[in-house]
Nanobody
Framework: QVQLVESGGGLVQAGGSLRLSCAAS????????MSWYRQVPGKQRELAAT???????NYADSVKGRFTISRDDAKNTVYLQMASLKPEDTAVYYC??????????????WGQGTQVTVSS
């Protein structure tokens, strides 16, 4: 069964930290590009951070220097360490697994999302 299961969301005060986890099953995790997106009601889902199978990272300007994406291929898990959280980081955070080959998308899978709420 192909699925991504996020965990680690919750309520935190501004300036605090949280670590999100996303456990993957049914895919070849080690060759997948793993990303975290976030979405606020009424707005488009936006990319927060990406980590390729080769170890390259990309971060949204709004989270650079505060968020860190990492992966443990042995556990088929990707993490998002969030520090210095701000109220504007409040959103549902989604994990994504992407694999392309020769311009063809082999899979593009989403988790169910986990709520992060930052109080001021």
């Amino acid at each position: 069964q192909v699925q991504l299961v996020e965990s680690g969301g919750g309520l935190v005060q501004a300036g605090g930290s949280l670590r999100l986890s996303c456990a993957a099953s049914g895919i070849i995790f080690s060759i997948s590009t793993m990303s975290w997106y976030r979405q606020v009601p009424g707005k488009q889902r936006e990319l927060a951070a990406t980590l390729t199978s080769g170890g390259s990272t990309n971060y949204a300007d709004s989270v650079k220097g505060r968020f860190t994406i990492s992966r443990d291929d042995a556990k088929n898990t990707v993490y998002l360490q969030m520090a210095s959280l701000k109220p504007e980081d409040t959103a549902v955070y989604y994990c994504n697994a992407l694999r392309t080959w020769g311009g063809v998308t082999l899979y593009d899978i989403w988790g169910q999302g986990t709520q992060v709420t930052v109080s001021s």
